[in-house]
């Protein structure tokens, strides 16, 4: 039976695939730091729990031991500062990680990553999967690097490296989807002006499209995971707003949302809190960002539960 270990299995999308995954006929390493997973993930008899630190290497060898495939969400988010963080949180510790899965011979590693690394890419001129962009955003830079670390520790050590380029996943539960819909509830939800492309994927699909990438045979290089929708942020908002009953968001100027946030950031640092905006996040989402998912359909997903966030609304 095969032997899968999540990281970050706590966090929302880990747990989110080890919720899609615990009736499946596969067993489930699941791989947490502070935060715990629900009771009826500890209770099933295919699943086990483990406390890690991808800081201390010595704390991933009984977890990856035996292990096939590693799905690799774990990071910090919604934290001040991530500029100085993310260069050791998204590379030293996933070089950690990699490391440990040589040793113990995993087959094949996962890593969830976004569009972005590669820079501006609209539908127009969708990112093609490729390592040479030149993001300005932390978020993206880094993750860029651990998508190259993922690369050339695969072609060294003979295990399939896997990217799968995630577009917004979306649906109620999506700690950045409930945020929006709280602020904007509260008439506190503002948007720049400048329309701003984005890929999503529906909650049920983005599962789905993981699920094949840890199973199907012959899986390895880049993948972009999203649906067939083309959309800016801003409509994305006014529709999944107004849905639930709440605001519209605020169309803002760049400055006032940049105040905003390092607002946001200066309290997180000061009272040791999640901070829901930061400075590089608002960097990160004024660009725009969709992928080439040609081979996602061929390879790994042929058919989408919701081709467009219309038709997943009920999600929300």
């Known amino acids: 039976m095969t032997r899968i270990a999540i990281t970050g299995a706590a966090g929302n999308l880990g747990g989110l695939l080890a919720q899609g995954m615990k009736d499946m006929d596969v067993n489930l390493n699941l791989l947490i730091h502070n935060n715990d997973v629900p009771d009826d993930l500890k ?3 295919n699943v086990s729990v483990f406390r890690t630190d991808l800081a201390k290497k010595e704390t991933l060898s009984d977890a990856l031991r035996g292990v096939d495939v590693i799905v690799h969400f774990a990071g910090i988010l919604f934290k ?3 500029e100085k963080f993310l260069p050791i949180t998204n590379t030293q510790y996933f070089k950690n990680l990699l490391t440990v899965a040589v040793r113990q011979k995993v087959k094949r590693v996962i890593l969830i990553s976004f569009p972005h690394v590669e820079g501006e890419c609209t539908s127009e001129n969708p990112a093609k ?6 993001p300005e955003s932390a978020h993206a830079r880094t993750r860029l690097e651990e998508e190259k670390l993922l690369f050339q520790y695969g072609d060294k050590h003979g295990f399939e490296a896997v990217s799968l380029r995630v577009g917004m996943v979306y649906g109620q539960g999506i700690l950045m989807i409930d945020a929006g819909q709280w602020f904007a509830r509260h008439w506190l939800l503002g948007v720049w002006k400048k329309p701003t492309e984005i890929h999503l994927i529906s909650k049920p699909d983005f599962v789905d499209a993981t699920i094949a990438a840890a199973l199907k045979p012959d ?4 993948y972009h995971v999203g649906d067939e929708g083309v959309q800016t942020l801003q409509e994305f908002l006014d529709d999944i707003t107004v849905y639930k009953g709440n605001h519209k968001p605020w169309r ?3 400055w006032m949302i940049m105040t ?5 950031e200066l309290f997180s640092a000061l009272f040791g809190t999640r901070s829901p905006l930061t400075r590089d996040f608002v960097k990160i989402g004024m660009v725009s960002y969709y992928g080439d998912t040609s081979r996602m359909r061929q390879e790994l997903l042929p058919e989408l539960k919701y081709k467009t966030y219309k038709e997943g609304i009920d999600l929300f």
């Open 219 to 222: 899986v390895r290089g880049i």
């Open 252 to 254: 803002m100027p760049v």
């Open 129 to 134: 999967g490729v390592l040479s962009g030149n």
């Open 43 to 45: 209770q099933r008899e």
């Open 260 to 264: 905003a946030a390092r607002g946001f």
């Open 80 to 82: 001040a500062n991530p």
